[in-house]
């Protein structure tokens, strides 16, 4: 159908860097160019979730909730967006009712108008709190299922996540695809039943390049009915990262598409972001070839990053292969969880433990018991009745699988925490002490009292201020002019 809109989601400042750059762009990388990006028609820009808060937190010592607030100060058009993993929320543990419902709230409180929830195992149960006090506060609900390959994920599986997720009152649905595995085949037949499933609501697509098919995937999907796609700008495009946005731009706008997307700005902002890449030494973005191995071990590219970097570091690497084996039959052991954070984690965990121990499930890591007893939501398959008797006969006595949603079990937090390590200033504090040890934000608030709140951060690629500063810091003589259309400038520096 020619003529229908399609949307975009910009994720170049949340999972583009968090796949490519380690997840360590600043604010200072984010700021400057924000008001640019508002102006240029996407439908959702996504700054945090995921990884981008506790990396924000443990290694850049800035203040998330703080991005919130100076991004939602720089955008007046487009709306902005946080992703959380329902009831774990920006980490891997689970999270009282009490703290999730506060976290939902304090999103909305600091200017973001958007939330994106999934589960990792596709139990909506997990979103339901999620769902409810985002729509309280006035926010815009994306709810998602998450992709993989098995045998119980079938077209009528998501089909049926998809109803649950209308029936939870989602404003829009997407689909997760977190290791990249759909293809165009896959898509003929899960785009169009998950669209009839989700009725009138908008329909959006995720999906990672690790195996070079979420291009032609997202092509193949929006005649069948996706609305939204989820990109990233083309520095920080392709690879571990989302399909580029210049590239889902020119081909859907070729067969006849409309989006509300200039190619010209699309390369202004690229430019902006390779200079990023540039004075900070991130490194370029690189298209993935197919790679067959991935459809079988679905472990995702960063994922595989750190296992090869633990493996090189114990002296184990020439067992790669052999523990990337054993990662698909864990899997299939422990009921087909989706290998996403926290389960991609687990499984990997598991499958080094299964090659080095001699025994297979001779250690079991409790967050796995955990898994099997149900603690994170509801499996998709049963796993391994042997894994499940190793489980529950070195558990305490009437240990039992927990049946109901895992939030139901977890005691209230917040009292407590006020009690034990109050007062806080604020409410978005308060949180940050529900996710971390007072030795964990130890250097943000060291480095928040050095760093006046208010203050913008410089700019990281201002062409005229760095022209200015490197200027000023040569030591001898020297003549710039520097000419554009409509611009002139000359400089003679003398000697010093």
Not at 48 to 65: I, S, T, Y
Not at 232 to 237: C, N, Q
Not at 312 to 329: C, D, H, K, T, Y
Not at 391 to 420: H, K, N, Q, S
Request: charge should be negative; proline fraction near 7%.
């Amino acid at each position: 159908m020619t003529g229908r809109r399609v949307g975009f989601v910009d994720v170049t400042t949340r999972d583009g860097h968090q796949s490519l750059w380690a997840t360590r762009m600043t604010n200072g990388m984010i700021l400057p160019f924000m008001p640019r990006m508002d102006e240029m028609g996407f439908d959702w820009i996504n700054l945090e979730g995921g990884a981008v808060f506790d990396v924000c937190v443990r290694f850049l010592h800035e203040d998330p909730w703080e991005r919130m607030r100076l991004v939602a100060q720089r955008t007046r058009r487009t709306p902005v967006d946080i992703m959380t993993r329902g009831q774990s929320l920006f980490t891997f543990r689970f999270f009282a009712d009490d703290v999730v419902a506060l976290t939902v709230r304090r999103i909305r409180a600091n200017g973001m108008r958007r939330i994106t929830v999934y589960d990792a195992l596709n139990d909506v149960r997990n979103l339901e709190l999620s769902v409810r006090v985002g729509q309280q506060e006035g926010l815009h609900v994306c709810a998602g299922m998450v992709y993989t390959l098995s045998p119980v994920h079938t077209d009528a599986y998501y089909v049926s996540v998809a109803e649950d997720l209308v029936r939870l009152g989602a404003d829009s649905v997407f689909i997760k695809d977190p290791s990249g595995l759909l293809t165009p085949d896959r898509v003929r037949t899960l785009v169009p039943a998950v669209r009839a499933a989700v009725g009138d609501l908008p329909l959006e697509l995720h999906s990672h390049s690790l195996s070079g098919m979420a291009e032609p995937s997202y092509l193949e999907a929006v005649p069948l009915g996706v609305d939204v796609l989820h990109t990233a700008s083309h520095p920080l495009a392709s690879g571990a990262s989302l399909p580029p946005t210049e590239y889902c731009v020119r081909h859907l706008e070729r067969e006849g598409f409309v989006t509300d997307l200039s190619l010209s700005d699309l390369d202004e902002m690229a430019d902006y972001f390779t200079g990023i890449a540039r004075r900070y030494g991130f490194p370029p973005a690189t298209p993935h070839r197919y790679d067959p191995a991935l459809y079988r071990h679905q472990v995702p590219g960063g994922m595989i990053s750190n296992l090869r970097a633990d493996l090189a570091r114990m002296g184990m690497s020439e067992r790669e292969p052999e523990i990337l084996e054993e990662v698909e039959q864990v899997r299939v052991d422990l009921g087909y969880p989706i290998l996403v954070s926290p389960f991609a984690q687990f499984v990997v965990v598991q499958a080094i433990l299964n090659v080095t121990q001699g025994e297979r499930y001779s250690a079991i890591p409790d967050e796995v018991r955990r898994y099997v007893l149900g603690h994170y939501g509801r499996l998709a398959a049963p796993a391994l009745p042997k894994i499940v008797d190793r489980v529950l006969d070195e558990a305490p006595p009437g240990t039992e699988a927990l049946t109901g949603r895992p939030g139901e079990i977890i005691d209230p937090a917040l009292p407590a925490l006020r009690a034990e390590r109050g007062p806080f200033d604020s409410d978005d504090d308060l949180l940050l002490a529900a996710f971390y040890s007072d030795r964990e934000l130890a250097d943000l608030l060291a480095a928040r009292s050095v760093r006046r709140v208010a203050d913008a951060p410089l700019s990281a690629t201002t062409p005229l201020l760095e022209l200015l500063r490197g200027i000023a810091e040569q030591p001898r003589a020297g003549r710039i002019t520097v000419s554009r259309p409509g611009f002139r400038l000359h400089i003679d520096h003398g000697r010093r």
